[in-house]
């Protein structure tokens, strides 16, 4: 039988030390007692049915029936004076149920030296004056094992699951600790909670004791109809001596603390023996649960505040520094803790564009980007929480160990860029009480005894899957990051915009100065030409072997200074000039290049390998025709091998970029494309570059051999093939390795 379901208020029983008496409205007539009854009052008459002044001395008798109306279900009332019965003095517990009125009797106890409300008051005073709860809990229990002399007095606190966990103790110092163990719902059953959700104190001095039964008159229904919720002397649930038993406890006094009209958690305090508490000295412990509770509210919501506080301060701290950096996500990484505690996750996922950063506790970086596609269509606003992932999205399972808890904050939707924190399975991080299959027993019939270990299971069962929740200010701060990011990309994006605006009118200044700077340096140049002309012609008799020498060395260099002015005049103009752009049939082109470089390159022919038909691109025709030239006419020009080849073609989409690099294991200096544009390329098996030079070459004038040597040049080529390709918006580079060859890579 499953005695978690049994309704343990109706047991009709009670322990066996005190008399319970259960008395007709208003009538005072007995209609059930405990069968204990003759036995106490040393009688043998059949009490049922007579009338309490049969058992009582009429005056309290008279006393109860002038203030009935005083008495109500709240809770039972102590009559002030003690009752003797076969001279012993006990203390009269009254209090109302739907039908009747119930009388218990409990013997009185001596009480101590000192006046119990003495102490209680000095602990309220020493709880007053501390700030956290978790001292203030922690000196709670100290005080009520002072006051209440048990062997551990603990605090428990419920989870939304309701399972509790231990918050606070105090004990003898030879017992283990239960500190910080966890207990599942189960092993406070649902009725007994809602018992202690009243605010009621539940003492039970002596577990191992045989209970007594009721008897009740006339009507066998009657029991059922009897609600012993509020007595005092309520019998125990089976269950729960056992539990007790298996802790090795055989006393208990529990005390309800209640916040927001619910059961927060529990102050249960525990004896190895039977331990009789006077009915003063826990009627003082109640009081102090009531004033604990109420402080505890206090506490709870200046925590919350506290925290909330907490997160803030973090926030603006980690918006302040990721505002000064460049790299985002490197602000965001380091150190990593900042983005942890932002929502006191245990991971964090950093997704830009299609690269994945990962911070602390986490899935893999492939199991991340599937999680992201999944989730993305799960945000609203944002944001997507949850704290059972593997419910929704049963691919997590095997990741639940880490990521059982998931909020993903949707940065930008359009550029890809999403923080993601994870949180671990609860089970993972519970310390559970006690070995949870230990008691399980299974007897010779097979037939399982529930005990309350086995209850284990059941909140396994609840707990399975499921992370801690994520709170309501800890979303805030997500979504407060959002913004906070949303606004620093914008701010750069505009600075961006502005330090542009600015390099292009920069550039084009400087285009304009170099183009009018060339061409006035050409009229002086030619000056110099044409008077050096004049001389070498007009003064040939008078100079001798050696000035005419010089006179033709400078003829020579002027006509090279005009060749470079006129490469920097190109190169200005380029800078100027508007692009014409068309589709163009790259095929056309490229032929018509090398049939001119055939012609001005008679002694070179190169094995030409086109491996597939070039597309069709838009572009600037005439620019694009000199970037072939130029890239083409290196690849003849730069070449020793006797078997020269040169391929030109174009790479697929997917193997655009530092990808497209896989096959050809060259140095390379290449930077991450864009997906959707095509990426050309133009190899020799030529002399190679050396990897330092792979970017020095693109400079103006950059000429990594001597004037007369590979048919000369002026160093200007690349950097105009470049200029025009980034005219086009686009990229070149280039992977090379000396004495193999060179690929010049660009897109279109
Ligand atoms: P130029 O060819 O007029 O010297 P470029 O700007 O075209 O000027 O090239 C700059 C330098 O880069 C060249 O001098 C050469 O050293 C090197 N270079 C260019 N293309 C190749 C190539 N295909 N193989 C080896 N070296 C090259």
């Excluded at 603390?257 to 190895?272: F, S, V």
């Excluded at 095997?398 to 990521?403: E, G, L, Q």
């Excluded at 004038?701 to 390709?725: M, V």
Aim: with cysteine.
């Amino acid at each position: 039988m499953n005695h978690y379901f049994e309704p343990i208020h109706f047991s009709g029983s009670i322990q066996p030390h005190g008399i319970l008496l259960v008395l007709s409205d208003p009538e005072l007539t007995l209609v059930c007692v405990s069968a204990n009854i003759q036995e106490q009052f040393g009688i043998s008459e059949d009490l049922l049915n007579q009338s309490l002044s049969t058992l009582l001395d009429v005056q309290v008798v008279d006393a109860i029936r002038q203030s009935l109306h005083l008495i109500d279900s709240a809770s039972p009332i102590k009559l002030q004076e003690s009752i003797l019965v076969s001279e012993r003095s006990f203390n009269g517990l009254v209090h109302r149920t739907e039908n009747f009125i119930i009388l218990e009797l409990e013997p009185t106890l001596p009480l101590g030296l000192f006046s119990v409300p003495a102490f209680v008051r000095r602990a309220i005073a020493k709880l007053r004056q501390v700030s956290s709860s978790h001292e203030f809990l922690h000196l709670l229990t100290q005080e009520l094992r002072r006051i209440t002399e048990f062997d551990r007095v603990m605090v428990y606190q419920f989870d939304q699951y309701e399972a509790g966990t231990v918050m606070a103790e105090a004990k003898r110092d030879d017992l283990p600790s239960y500190l910080g163990l966890h207990y599942p719902a189960t092993d406070i059953p649902e009725q007994v909670r809602a018992l202690y959700a009243r605010g009621l104190l539940r003492f039970i001095p002596d577990l191992t004791a045989q209970s007594i039964s009721l008897v009740a008159a006339c009507d066998p229904l009657m029991q059922q109809r009897l609600d012993l919720s509020l007595a005092v002397l309520r019998g125990v649930d089976p269950c729960c001596v056992e539990y007790h038993q298996n802790m090795g406890v055989a006393a208990i006094m529990v005390i309800a603390l209640i916040h927001n009209q619910k059961l927060w958690g529990l102050i249960a305090c525990h004896h190895q023996t039977p331990k009789y508490v006077p009915y003063e000295v826990r009627e003082a412990c109640e009081l102090l649960g009531e004033f604990v509770s109420l402080e505890l509210a206090k506490k709870v919501n200046s925590e919350e505040l506290d925290y909330i506080i907490k997160l803030r301060s973090l926030q603006s701290e980690f918006v302040e520094s990721i505002s000064q950096v460049d790299n985002l996500k490197e602000a965001l990484v380091n150190p990593a803790p900042r983005l942890l505690d932002l929502v006191n996750a245990t991971g964090s996922a950093i997704y830009l564009e299609d690269e994945i950063t990962l911070v602390g506790v986490t899935p893999t970086v492939e199991q991340v980007r599937v999680l992201i596609q999944w989730a993305d269509t799960q945000v609203k606003d944002a944001l997507f929480h949850t704290d059972s992932l593997p419910k929704l999205y049963p691919e997590a399972v095997v990741f639940k160990d880490v990521a059982s808890g998931l909020v993903l904050l949707q940065i930008s939707k359009v550029r890809r860029y999403y923080i993601l924190w994870f949180r671990p399975e609860v089970l993972q991080t519970v310390n559970w009480a006690g070995d949870p299959n230990a008691s399980i027993t299974i007897s010779t019939d097979g037939s399982v005894t529930l005990s309350p270990r086995q209850s284990f299971e059941k909140w396994q069962e609840t707990v399975r899957l499921t992370s801690l929740p994520w709170k309501a200010c800890e979303l805030d701060q997500a979504l407060d990051l959002r913004s906070a990011i949303v606004g620093i990309v914008l701010n750069k994006a505009d600075e961006l915009a502005r330090i542009n605006q600015e390099l292009e009118r920069t550039n084009q200044e400087l285009d304009s100065f170099s183009y009018a700077a060339s061409h006035d340096l050409k009229e002086p140049l030619r000056g110099i030409h044409n008077y050096s002309m004049l001389l070498l012609k007009g003064y040939e008799s008078v100079l001798d072997q050696v000035g005419k020498n010089r006179l033709q060395t400078l003829i020579r260099l002027t006509r090279r200074m005009e060749s470079l002015i006129d490469v920097l005049l190109k190169f200005s103009r380029l800078g100027q000039a508007e692009l014409h752009l068309v589709p163009t049939d790259l095929n056309q082109l490229v032929n018509q290049v090398l049939e001119d470089l055939r012609v001005s390159h008679q002694d070179i022919q190169p094995d030409i390998r086109i491996p597939r038909l070039l597309p069709t691109v838009v572009c600037d025709p005439i620019l694009i025709n000199e970037v072939f030239m130029n890239l083409l006419s290196n690849a003849f020009k730069y070449n020793d091998k006797a078997e020269q080849w040169i391929s030109i073609g174009y790479l697929e989409q997917k193997e655009g970029g530092r990808q497209g690099a896989r096959d050809i294991s060259f140095n390379s200096h290449t930077p991450s494309l864009p997906h959707s544009l095509i990426t050309f390329y133009v190899q020799d098996n030529g002399i190679g570059i050396r990897a330092r030079h792979l970017e020095t070459i693109f400079r103006l004038f950059k000429r990594l051999h001597e004037q007369n040597l590979y048919g000369g040049g002026t160093g200007a080529g690349l950097t105009i093939t470049k200029k025009i390709i980034e005219r086009h918006g686009r990229q070149i580079w280039v992977e090379s390795t000396v004495g193999i060859g060179s690929t010049f890579y660009f897109t279109l």
